[in-house]
């Protein structure tokens, strides 16, 4: 059983920053990407950052310059600096992994739980 337990999250205010973490348990061969994706109320579930072993970080449009993915493939834990914080940005932040049982096997994506981050002006 794979888990991916997120924290975190929080309130700040517009400016401000908040440092995301999520931890990857259970039995699997190899962790390929992790990455983070964020859903506002009444909104579908938007990409924020991935970060594939070997590949330059992908970022959308919105978090570049402002956020950045980082991952420690000792502790299976991927992290999210956010800066600069913006209303905007209020949402619940999810963490994937995707992850192979054997090498050369398919992946298989799981995700976290999520964890709220609100962002007043």
């Known amino acids: 059983q794979v888990q991916l337990v997120e924290s975190g999250g929080g309130s700040v205010q517009a400016g401000g920053s908040l440092r995301l973490s999520c931890a990857a348990s259970?039995?699997?061969?190899?962790?390929?990407?992790m990455g983070w994706y964020r859903q506002a109320p009444g909104k579908q579930r938007d990409l924020v950052a991935t970060?594939?072993?070997?590949?330059?970080?992908n970022y959308a449009e919105s978090a570049k310059g402002r956020f950045t993915i980082s991952r420690d493939n000792a502790k299976n834990t991927v992290y999210l600096q956010m800066n600069s914080l913006k209303p905007e940005d209020t949402a619940v932040y999810y963490c994937?992994?995707?992850?192979?049982?054997?090498?050369?096997?398919?992946?298989?994506?799981?995700w976290g739980q999520g964890t709220q981050v609100t962002v007043s002006s």
């Open positions: 994937n992994a995707d992850l192979v049982y054997g090498k050369g096997g398919p992946e298989f994506r799981y």
């Open positions: 259970g039995s699997f061969y190899r962790i390929n990407a």
């Open positions: 970060l594939r072993s070997g590949d330059s970080p």
